[in-house]
């Protein structure tokens, strides 16, 4: 597409008629058919298999239609994206132009599927959005930039940087803004970097403001960037669904990897998230079943952006039965069709069980989540069980035909230090080489990686 391409939108749209013919109080649409929202987005959203709005979109989307300035106080898993990109593709469709969008987010893994979301509602309007996020080539971002996209999905630090050393770019002509996860973002200290920003976007923009909590620091960021808003809500109080079955597995804590490995043998052929507390239990976990012939990939924060993404891909592709994941991804990711959440180490905080479970059981899915407890866990388990507000049954495990794999988990435990010395050893002598690099991404990416080959090899009959 050419710069000076604009949407490719079809037929004239007379959608604001349409809108002021309807009753903005009106509560019950069903279907997107029913919003007056321009056609290319009915039908990307039908070929998206979106048939309904979700709560929140329901809420928000008549708003902003009007013109207001919205809060909408929704988490993650809510259909939030859908209910800021809508309306800002709508009006972007009634009006083309560039550097039209601009949403901001906390981590480089929720503007990736922001894009996403985008890219899909825009799919028949030849529409251009870029993503500036950390961790990825600058003079790329800035010759992306140089095209003008419609929309930026940024994280608040590196889009700075992009203002501040970026010949010719600038947020002049942006007409919507989101500030999306406004908790997060603050929480992550971004404070400094957002009001920046805000500084120099026009003041006649609009402004969508979505946050999963209204802390004190987002009730100040509000005052200070949104115009008369209208609040919307939906239900943040934690409910598990109906479908999803929750139970813990008791077992004393030298026998763990030995159970891991019996539930993930009796889960065999079904996608498991086996969520544990650090970085390098993450890869000691997937050495360990690799080790014992089980395709498993790991996800967490030390790994560079492109291996997060990778190994992401393709665990969704069905490529790798089992994500091993620290809580980097059990927040903000879409993961579909989980079928069990392990908490193999219980998470410390209890709003990161709630994330971690919601990655099953979703939209109507069945689902199950097992909570590990040990000896030494039993203290935070009673606290989490508190939180959910029920006693959860026990999984029943056949402690026999557990115990019988402990020879195997054993050797697979041993294989899996004494890989993790061998790549710790390497990494020591490449930066005594003078090897070290200012590339966090390199450098994470080496010291997080699971070498994938030598398990192929060793792998074999083993399952
Ligand atoms: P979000 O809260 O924006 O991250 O969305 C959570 C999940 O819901 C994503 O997988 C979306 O693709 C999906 N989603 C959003 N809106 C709808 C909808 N109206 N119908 C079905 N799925 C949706």
């Not at 971004?190 to 004190?216: G, H």
């Not at 056949?398 to 988990?409: G, I, K, N």
Request: a neutral charge; aromatic letters at 6%.
């Amino acid at each position: 597409m050419s710069e000076s391409e604009e949407l490719d939108v079809g037929g004239d749209e007379t959608v604001e008629e349409e809108m002021q013919e309807r009753d903005d109080s009106d509560d019950s649409q069903q279907s997107y058919k029913d919003l007056p929202i321009a056609n290319p987005l009915k039908i990307a959203l039908d070929s998206l298999g979106w048939k309904s709005p979700t709560d929140i979109q329901r809420k928000v989307i008549p708003q902003a239609l009007q013109g207001k300035d919205i809060i909408g106080l929704a988490e993650t898993g809510s259909g939030k994206t859908g209910a800021f990109a809508i309306p800002v593709l709508h009006f972007l469709i009634n009006n083309p132009s560039r550097l039209f969008g601009l949403v901001l987010t906390p981590t480089r893994e929720l503007a990736f599927q922001i894009n996403e979301v985008f890219d899909a509602l825009g799919s028949n309007i030849a529409l251009n959005v870029v993503c500036i996020v950390g961790g990825i080539d600058m003079a790329d971002q800035a010759i992306a930039l140089a095209k003008k996209p419609h929309i930026i999905i940024a994280t608040p630090g590196r889009l700075l940087d992009h203002l501040h050393n970026t010949k010719g770019f600038s947020l002049r002509t942006i007409k919507f803004l989101v500030l999306d996860e406004a908790d997060r973002m603050l929480s992550m200290d971004f404070e400094k970097e957002i009001n920046e920003l805000l500084a120099v976007l026009p003041q006649d923009r609009k402004t969508y403001l979505f946050s999963a909590t209204m802390t004190n620091k987002v009730d100040k960021l509000q005052k200070a960037s949104l115009k008369n808003p209208v609040k919307v809500e939906v239900s943040t109080k934690f409910q598990t669904p109906k479908q999803l079955v929750q139970q813990y597995v008791f077992m004393p804590a030298k026998w763990k990897d030995c159970f891991l490995t019996y539930i993930v043998n009796e889960f065999k052929g079904q996608s498991i998230i086996i969520f544990v507390g650090t970085c390098n239990n993450a890869l000691r976990t997937t050495l360990i079943l690799r080790n014992l012939g089980f395709q498993a990939t790991c996800l967490h924060g030390k790994l560079s952006q492109s291996k997060r993404l990778g190994a992401l891909n393709k665990f969704k592709a069905g490529q790798s039965a089992a994500l091993v994941a620290t809580d980097v991804a059990s927040r903000g990711l879409d993961i579909p069709n989980v079928d069990v959440v392990i908490n193999y180490d219980l998470p410390s905080h209890g709003k990161d069980y709630i994330h971690r479970v919601g990655r099953t059981a979703r939209a109507g899915k069945a689902g199950r989540s097992l909570s590990f407890v040990t000896q030494y866990d039993v203290e935070a388990y009673q606290h989490l069980e508190t939180m959910i507000g029920a006693k959860l049954p026990q999984f029943p495990v056949d402690e026999e035909s557990a115990l019988m794999l402990l020879e195997r988990v054993s050797e697979s435990q041993r294989m899996a230090t004494r890989e993790l010395k061998e790549q710790e050893e390497s990494l020591r002598k490449k930066k005594r080489k003078g090897a070290g690099h200012d590339d966090r991404d390199a450098e994470d990416g080496a010291e997080g990686e699971v070498p994938e080959k030598r398990h192929k090899k060793q792998n074999k009959n083993r399952r």
